[in-house]
């Protein structure tokens, strides 16, 4: 934890978790769907579902799929700009059961390339917020750095040829976390970078055999 951490973000307020870490649960799932979103069902969990209208989860959630920063003045008219932006969305109440932090969002998107992403993420306090599954699989997503997301078969090899593919690109490892259904199965790798990744490099490490896919996510702190 950093000073920043103890002061809060810089945002339109009124609350760091309801507000500034909502918008940026926002802007994270837009850059993990990987398009602009045009439809979006958002679930809301515990107090985010019993308080999302007085504290603007609500409007900042929308501010951050539209790409807007937990500062931007627009925030409190995010709903009439939602919809001259083509954003169709609407808001439900849900119980993700109690091992979900009271700050928690279940985001069902779809994006103007067709693309379709599920994503379940929270706001963790001060601002600072944490994706925990995209599209039933689980990671661990801080939107602090840039990062890799990949699905691959669990295999001997990716992990080297994943990480030797963006070593020889000269792209730094900040930190790295995997995840696994079982042994053989489907699996991810979270690879957090020092720098964005170059789409080129990310066409390579599509290419390998093992990988299912591979998403770029931008930082969004």
């Not at 769907?33 to 504290?55: C, K, M, N, W």
């Not at 055999?209 to 930082?219: G, N």
């Amino acid at each position: 934890m950093n000073l920043i951490d103890v002061i809060g973000p810089v945002m339109i307020g009124p609350s760091s978790s309801h507000t500034a870490g909502a918008a940026r649960l926002g802007l994270l799932a837009a850059s993990i769907l990987g398009s602009r979103p045009v439809h979006a069902d958002i679930y809301l969990h515990g107090s985010f579902a019993e308080t999302y209208q007085g504290h603007g989860t609500d409007m900042a959630l929308l501010a951050g799929l539209m790409g807007w920063l937990p500062d931007d003045e627009r925030i409190p008219e995010a709903m009439d700009h939602a919809g001259e932006a083509g954003l169709q969305y609407a808001f439900h109440k849900v119980d993700l059961g109690n091992a979900a932090h009271p700050n928690t969002v279940l985001f069902k998107l779809t994006g103007e390339n067709g693309a379709y992403c599920e994503i379940v993420g929270s706001s963790i306090g001060g601002g600072q917020v944490k994706v925990t599954e995209i599209d039933g699989f689980p990671v661990e997503l801080t939107g602090r750095l840039p990062a890799i997301l990949t699905v691959h078969t669990d295999t001997r090899g990716v992990i080297a040829l994943v990480t030797g593919t963006l070593a020889n690109a000269g792209v730094n490892i900040a930190t790295m976390r995997l995840f696994r259904s079982n042994k053989g199965g489907m699996a991810s790798m979270v690879i957090e970078c020092d720098e964005a990744v170059p789409q080129e490099i990310l066409n390579l490490i599509g290419a390998l055999q093992q990988i299912e896919s591979v998403r770029f996510i931008a930082s969004v702190l």
